[in-house]
């Protein structure tokens, strides 16, 4: 998936819901995988990405590419998952940005996300809704076909967050995950809800060392609390964004420490990327 960092811990507790969504039934069966739905060096695209917006040396801006927001543009990476305590897996995902659509009331770009397993097994397609406007990354849901069932999952309202941040400034939200699983078969129905709440904060720039490369990067990390009560599950999720070069504005590593679960680090480890 587009992975801007206002949708990644929406994403990631999405996944988790959604597999529980499953498990309840609703007319079909199956499940959810908890794969990236968050490489030798690939050679570098084959036109230039657009130029950094003007921004401090420190700010987050370029670690957004408006290119990611193009129809055409594509994403195929490798990625390796490591969970404290279990053996590492490699997945490859494309991404493919297409045209707008309409969803939640908006008219967003949709990205379609085709998952691979460590066998390089398909798994269920996505479809992400996401949009910059003015300065704002914003993110409204997803839909998927997984098994006999159609989910679909909306943020209400969207996400959003900006996109020029200064090292240490904290971007706060709240808001709900609203599931919808729909049987093919027979059209019952299962709803779930969960509120949300969590602050981004920008840490300013670093350098990652990766199998890719050295890079520049940003480096963000979101404390989202989802649910309420003893039901409400606590992640702290790190990540680290290009801010320069061909993969700029791309995710190169994502470190994510639950309250109740193992640890999970995944890490690009391969991609061709190709703005349009």
Not at 70 to 78: C, M, N, Q
Not at 86 to 111: C, D, L, M, W, Y
Request: charged share 20%; with cysteine.
């Amino acid at each position: 998936m587009n992975k801007n960092l206002w949708a990644i811990s929406a994403v990631t507790a999405a996944a988790a819901v959604t597999a529980t969504l499953l498990a309840c039934g609703g007319g079909g069966g199956g499940g959810s995988g908890d794969g990236s739905p968050i490489l030798p060096i690939a050679p570098a695209p084959e036109s230039a990405p657009p130029a950094s917006p003007p921004a401090s040396e420190t700010s987050s801006a370029p670690c957004t590419n408006e290119a990611d927001f193009h129809a055409g543009t594509v994403r195929d990476y490798e990625e390796r998952t490591t969970i404290s305590g279990q053996s590492p897996g490699v997945n490859h995902t494309i991404e493919t940005t297409g045209e707008r659509k309409s969803f939640a009331g908006a008219n967003p770009v949709a990205v379609r996300v085709e998952p691979h397993d460590t066998a390089n097994n398909p798994s269920p397609a996505a479809e992400n809704y996401y949009d910059l406007v003015n300065g704002t990354v914003i993110s409204y849901g997803s839909t998927a076909q997984v098994a006999t069932q159609v989910i679909t999952v909306t943020f209400e309202p969207p996400v959003a967050g900006p996109v020029d941040m200064q090292p240490g400034q904290v971007a706060s939200g709240s808001y709900k995950i609203k599931y919808v699983a729909v049987s093919t078969a027979d059209g019952s129905k299962v709803e779930r809800e969960d509120p949300v709440s969590r602050d981004l904060t920008y840490l300013g720039r670093e350098t990652l060392q990766t199998e890719m490369g050295t890079f520049n990067t940003c480096r963000f990390t979101n404390k989202q609390t989802t649910g309420t009560g003893d039901a409400s599950s606590v992640a702290t999720i790190t990540t680290w964004v290009a801010a320069e070069g061909p993969y700029r504005g791309q995710l190169l590593k994502i470190h994510t420490r639950w309250d109740s679960k193992p640890e999970q680090t995944t890490e690009r480890i391969k991609m061709t990327y190709t703005p349009k």
